[in-house]
């Protein structure tokens, strides 16, 4: 399996921006789909945000009109931009990254929205 390291979490003011970065330790052109999920304390993990191999992109509707998932193959890693966060946006962050056979998951980062 790819080893997927996340970074860009911390802590942010509500309204900021965060950028999370997640590194693939191998090429990621041959990934069905590569996104995000997140897992507030003592919820559910939930799906955020997914890049497609062709480039299109889903989200969930929490994230719609304030996060951008985007790609850049020469780097193999997968952002998720983040503006305008609530406090409801804090959370465990993790990439995934899927094959037709396996998915493969990073450690997390945490970003924590408050004031």
């Known amino acids: 399996q790819v080893h997927l390291v996340e970074s860009g979490g911390g802590l942010v003011q509500p309204g900021g921006s965060l950028r999370l970065s997640c590194a693939a330790s191998e090429s990621i052109v041959d990934f069905y789909a590569m996104g995000w999920y997140r897992q507030a304390p003592g919820k559910q993990r939930e799906w955020v945000a997914t890049?497609?191999?062709?480039?299109?992109?889903n989200y969930a509707d929490s994230a719609k009109g304030r996060f951008t998932i985007s790609r850049d193959i020469a780097k193999n890693t997968v952002y998720l931009q983040m503006h305008s966060l609530k406090p409801e946006d804090t959370a465990d962050y993790y990439c995934?990254?899927?094959?037709?056979?396996?998915?493969?998951w990073g450690q997390g980062t945490q970003v924590t929205v408050s004031s």
């Open positions: 995934f990254a899927r094959t037709v056979k396996d998915t493969s």
């Open positions: 890049i497609f191999s062709v480039g299109s992109t």
